[in-house]
């Protein structure tokens, strides 16, 4: 089964209590391919390579099916500073 | 040297070779072992799709041309798509479930995004500098300084 959207967001929401979530399917819909922009507060404090290893951990099974997954991971504050 | 000896040695040389690469190719390339030598081989290891000169993959490609933007041309690289046992064994060596994957100075780095990251806040230029690689960014900036 390939891989949703809707699947990524729960487990991100579950996992790292994700207060803003864009997930984009950019591989036209064999669910291989995904662009996501992750606001947490829990990757507050956190290096960038920590932020985007406590994603990898959070979306494991997915990932092996994933080929591509690129991220950009903001803290609520670096969120609402980039929307300002 | 009479003809004896010229075959002797000929046998000789072959049976190194012989053994040379069965030594290679028993060598289990997805240890942990076999990466961490890999991992320090270079200031700068790359482990893509594809080769510096041909990427095979858009990610592999972005690594390579961030690296280049900053003068970084000579660096170790190793073909992921050639070696199944190792494309399997870095990503758990490095506990990251994506190629390409970046090392400096022995240390992971990261992927692509990471890569991207640092190369726009300049983390990048400070990574190379603590392996003695000074990022020819770096000159550029002085000079529109000067400017």
């Known amino acids: ?84 | 040297m009479n003809r004896l000896s010229v075959s002797r040695l000929f046998h000789l040389n072959n049976r190194k070779l012989f053994q040379a690469l069965i030594a290679r190719y028993s060598v289990d390339t997805g240890s942990k072992d076999y990466i961490d030598g890999l991992v320090k081989d270079d200031n700068v290891v790359v482990f893509m799709k594809g080769t510096a000169d041909q990427p095979r993959c858009g990610f592999s490609n972005a690594v390579v041309q961030i690296l280049n933007f900053h003068g970084v041309n000579k660096f170790s690289f190793h073909n992921v798509l050639e070696d199944e046992s190792l494309r399997q064994g870095i990503k758990d060596y490095s506990n990251w479930p994506t190629i390409p994957q970046v090392f400096i100075g022995g240390e992971f780095i990261g992927g692509c995004d990471v890569m991207l990251e640092m190369h726009k806040n300049g983390e990048l230029i400070e990574e190379l500098n603590k392996v003695g690689i000074r990022s020819v960014l770096l000159d550029r900036i002085e000079e529109e300084e000067k400017k």
Do not use: Y
Not at chain 1, 74 to 80: A, F, K, M, N, S
């Open chain 1, 1 to 84: 089964m390939p891989i949703t959207v809707d699947q990524l967001k729960q487990k991100l929401e579950n996992e790292l209590e994700a207060t803003h979530l864009d997930i984009v399917d950019t591989s036209d819909g064999c669910g291989a391919k995904f662009q996501a922009l992750i606001v947490s507060p829990k990757f507050d404090g956190k290096p960038l390579l920590q932020r985007h290893r406590m994603v990898n951990t959070a979306i494991e099974t997915e990932m092996k099916e994933i080929h591509a997954f690129q991220m950009k991971t903001l803290t609520p504050e670096q969120w609402e500073k980039q929307n300002s």
